[in-house]
């Protein structure tokens, strides 16, 4: 079983819909929670970040964390043709930990059709 | 000019080839990454450095070894390239908080 899974999708919705984007994971020791959005061509960019559980709003996009779940969740809202991209969950244990790095979803493939 | 360096972007290989991708930053990062992206599969963990004289595995190392010239350049090498390292492979950096930055990706294929 993989520590965190994530739909690939593709995700293919309408102009203006709400879009709701999830992963699940396994260890429960995760305390940073990430979504990277990827354009075609490029590198992964960080979107938003939520540290433990709770909402996280900027703008049309809110994080949510689930800890008791092991779910994490990441809403657009009034989607827009620029929105769309492949996103990508991502996780770390705290900082200064033994393997502080980032474990990714596979991402999910969103088209946003005008 | 882009705070995460990578070269080349786009290289084709013969296998049993050597073959070195280089990343540079300017960030005054003191963690490096390097993944490599399957469609399906997302971004794995080849190796990861939090200075210069600390270099880690990650989950995919086999066939990859890679080298921490300076705080700024940390490098992967292919000793001998093979068809299912066709790959785009992505450098990173991190600092003190817990964004991690990307470089634009570099595109091998092993023929």
């Known amino acids: 079983q993989k520590e965190v899974e994530q739909d690939p999708g593709p995700l293919s919705v309408p102009e203006g819909a709400i879009v709701s984007l999830n992963c699940t994971y396994s260890n429960s020791a995760f305390q940073y929670f990430m979504w990277y959005r990827q354009y075609s061509r490029k590198g992964p960019e960080l979107l938003m970040y939520?540290?433990?559980?709770g909402n996280k709003e900027d703008g049309r996009f809110t994080a949510q964390v689930d800890k008791s779940s092991k779910y994490i969740s990441l809403f657009i809202r009034d989607s827009q043709p620029s929105d769309s991209a492949t996103y990508l969950c991502a996780m770390s244990l705290p900082r200064g930990s033994s393997g502080d790095k980032l474990t990714f979803g596979t991402g999910t493939r969103l088209a946003v059709r005008p | 000019d882009a705070d995460v360096t990578q070269t080349p972007r786009n290289r084709i290989t013969k296998t049993g080839k050597r073959i070195m991708l280089e990343c540079s930053q300017t960030?005054?990062?003191?963690?490096m990454y390097w993944y490599r992206q399957d469609p399906g599969l997302g971004l794995r963990l080849i190796y990861y450095?939090?200075?210069?004289?600390?270099?880690n595995k990650g989950e995919i190392s086999d066939g990859y070894s890679v080298s921490r010239q300076a705080q700024a350049k940390f490098s992967l090498s292919l000793e001998s390239a093979i068809p299912n390292q066709t790959a785009l492979y992505f450098c990173?950096?991190?600092?003190?908080?817990?964004?991690?930055?990307f470089g634009q990706g570099t595109r091998l294929t092993v023929v």
């Open positions: 450095s939090f200075d210069v004289k600390d270099i």
């Open positions: 990173a950096t991190r600092g003190l908080s817990t964004e991690a930055f």
């Open positions: 939520t540290y433990s559980s």
């Open positions: 960030k005054g990062h003191d963690r």
